[in-house]
Nanobody, 127 residues
Framework: VQLVDLGGGLVQAGGSLRLSCVAS????????MGWYRQTPGKEREFVAC????????LYADSVKGRATISRDNAKNTVYLQIHSLKPEDTAIYYC?????????????????????WGQGTQVTVSS
């Protein structure tokens, strides 16, 4: 199984960014998918997740109203779009799969609770 995180970069505050995660080696449409982020010295934190059928989405309070998670099962890809970016959104963003059955558990799950992680993509928001 491989998850490849794409789309990070340097963005000015107030701008937008769309991250992609392309999955291979798993039956993508069977898996809920999520995005997490991490800054140096801190735990990896939940950003958003989406059900296997895109029937449910959940967001961290820090991005609620600014982020949209979506998926294209035909392309084995999950997306995270964030607008109105803030300097505190600066982090390495990781996609995840193979987590707890209930999406409501993802917000407090740890790295060990997931079977698969992407390699991460750096997002830097300048003020």
């Amino acid at each position: 199984v491989q998850l490849v995180d794409l789309g990070g970069g340097l963005v000015q505050a107030g701008g937008s960014l769309r991250l992609s995660c392309v999955a291979s080696g798993l039956t993508f449409y069977d898996y809920a998918m999520g995005w997490y982020r991490q800054t140096p010295g801190k735990e990896r934190e939940f950003v958003a997740c989406i059900g296997a059928n895109a029937d449910e989405t959940l967001y961290a309070d820090s991005v609620k109203g600014r982020a949209t998670i979506s998926r294209d099962n035909a392309k084995n890809t999950v997306y995270l779009q964030i607008h109105s970016l803030k300097p505190e959104d600066t982090a390495i963003y990781y996609c995840a799969a193979g987590g707890p059955p209930s999406l409501h558990h993802w917000s407090w799950s740890t790295v060990a609770d997931f079977a698969y992680w992407g390699q991460g993509t750096q997002v830097t928001v300048s003020s």
